[in-house]
């Protein structure tokens, strides 16, 4: 018997037995095999494979979805549709996405092979609330003048944009009264205070995400007016350096001489006067630096200045100094009035 008899007989039993039929026709070539209703789905369905790195994070974060390693065994992949849990899709076969709200999201990657059969895979991705900062700690306020008051925290988080400081006067409540940087744990105000007047002060830091717990509060009464100006002489002394600060008034105009005599070897020091809205500075500068002062040797600051309001003002200023045997690189604080 040759091949068309052979094959014309097995013809004729698959009409009285149609299961060796349908057996016989699913080892014919592909074309053939596609006809074969049960194994849709199964064998000749193409395999999906997500890739999602990360799968976990704190919002907003991104995700770096895949699907190269999908593949199928007959055919080739036609389509990718990507359904990313969130209400975002995409049909590119690499995607990135950010979730930007907390929550658990599936994505859904599903794929369809030349022979119009699909398949799906599945990734969990958790999106987590970012925390909000600790609370900074330690608040403490010092008034340096009628009209300034120094403030100082500790910084207890690492993942603060900044921190709001609010005064609280005597007929208001707490008003914040500005924002400082992150990492950022000392501020100086100066805006609208009165003499003998008693402020309290907190902090607290804050993100994209929330804000921390307030500080504990702090209360300072500034010094009483000075009244009218009058001459005077300051001295203060450290380990570091002897400082002598002379004011001349000569009318409606001051003199403020100010000597600095270095005690130790030093690399640098540095003077800074700050004067407020009650004078203008007519003559001289208002800083001065020196580097390599060796002990006994003075660095000195000289200007005048306009009295504008006679009744009040305040005239602040600040020394700095780096020992020349010190390791850190920070000029410290060494003088202030």
């Known amino acids: 018997m040759n091949l068309h008899s052979h094959h014309v007989a097995g013809l004729a039993t698959a009409r009285g037995n149609r299961r060796p039929m349908m057996a016989l026709s699913c080892l014919l070539p592909l074309l053939l095999i596609s006809g074969c209703a049960f194994l849709e789905g199964t064998k ?109 925290w500790e910084d207890r ?35 609208d205070l009165q003499p003998n007047a008693t402020y309290c002060y907190r902090v607290r830091a804050f993100n994209r995400d929330g804000v921390s717990d307030y500080s504990n509060q702090d209360c300072v009464t500034t010094a009483s007016a000075s009244g009218s100006l009058q001459d005077q002489t300051d001295s203060d002394e450290n380990d570091l350096v002897k400082v002598t600060r002379t004011v001349d008034v000569q009318g409606e105009e001051i003199a403020v001489g100010i000597v600095v005599e270095a005690k130790v070897a030093l690399e640098l020091v540095a003077v800074v006067e700050e004067l407020d809205e009650h004078f203008t500075l007519s003559e001289g500068e208002l800083t001065a630096f020196q580097t390599t002062l060796q002990p006994g040797a003075q660095l000195t600051l000289s200007y005048r200045a306009t009295v504008d309001d006679p009744s009040g003002g305040s005239l602040l200023g600040t020394i700095r100094a780096k020992p020349a045997d010190a390791d850190s690189q920070t000029l410290e604080l060494v003088a202030q009035w």
């Open 44 to 152: 000749l369905a193409p395999v999906a494979v997500i890739e999602a790195i990360p799968q976990q994070g704190t919002v907003p974060f991104e995700v770096h979805f895949s699907a190269v390693a999908s593949h199928d065994l007959y055919t080739s992949i036609v389509t990718y549709q990507w359904d990313l849990g969130d209400g975002s899709s995409s049909s590119e076969v690499i995607v990135k996405h950010t979730y930007s709200r907390p929550g658990t999201y599936v994505a859904t990657l599903t794929v369809v092979n030349g022979l119009g059969i699909q398949n799906t895979a599945k990734a969990t991705v958790i999106a987590r609330q970012a925390p909000v900062p600790n609370s900074p700690a330690g608040l403490g306020a010092l008034a340096i003048s009628d009209r300034r008051v120094d403030l100082a």
């Open 157 to 191: 988080s690492d993942n603060e944009d900044g921190f709001t400081v609010e005064r609280q006067g005597a007929e208001s409540g707490f008003v914040e009264i500005n924002t400082v940087s992150a990492n950022v744990a000392n501020y100086t105000d100066s805006a």
